[in-house]
């Protein structure tokens, strides 16, 4: 499975960002998708994961009420709509994917995931 994120970005705080996520190679209605951070010198830091099948979402309280993870099965993407962001978003954005099948919870642990995209770069200016 291949993954490539797009969509980041320079944006000034309150503004918004939509991230995109393109799989290939993989049965991505069935996956597990979500998007992570990490900002510098700083671990990284689940942002929110959505379900293949249901569409279930879940979310780290640093975000929830500004983004939104979606998906499109038509075009094998997964999206990160962030909305109101701060300077405190400014990271580098990765998105993942899995195939295990994992209880809700346990999607914000980056060790459940075996597919990685590379990062997209998101700057909110003060």
């Known amino acids: 499975v291949q993954l490539q994120a797009s969509g980041g970005g320079f944006v000034q705080a309150g503004g918004s960002l939509r991230l995109s996520c393109a799989a290939s190679?993989?049965?991505?209605?069935?996956?597990?998708m979500a998007w992570f951070r990490q900002a510098p010198g700083k671990e990284r830091e689940f942002v929110q994961a959505?379900?293949?099948?249901?569409?279930?979402?879940y979310s780290a309280v640093s975000v929830k009420g500004r983004f939104t993870i979606t998906r499109d099965s038509a075009k094998n993407t997964v999206y990160l709509q962030m909305n109101s962001l701060k300077p405190e978003d400014t990271a580098v954005y990765s998105c993942?994917?899995?195939?295990?099948?994992?209880?809700?919870?346990?999607?914000?642990?980056?060790?459940?995931?075996?597919?990685w995209g590379q990062g997209t770069q998101v700057t909110v200016s003060s």
């Open positions: 993942a994917a899995t195939s295990n099948r994992v209880i809700l919870s346990r999607l914000s642990d980056s060790g459940v995931y075996r597919y």
């Open positions: 190679g993989g049965a991505f209605s069935t996956m597990d």
């Open positions: 959505i379900r293949g099948s249901g569409g279930s979402t």
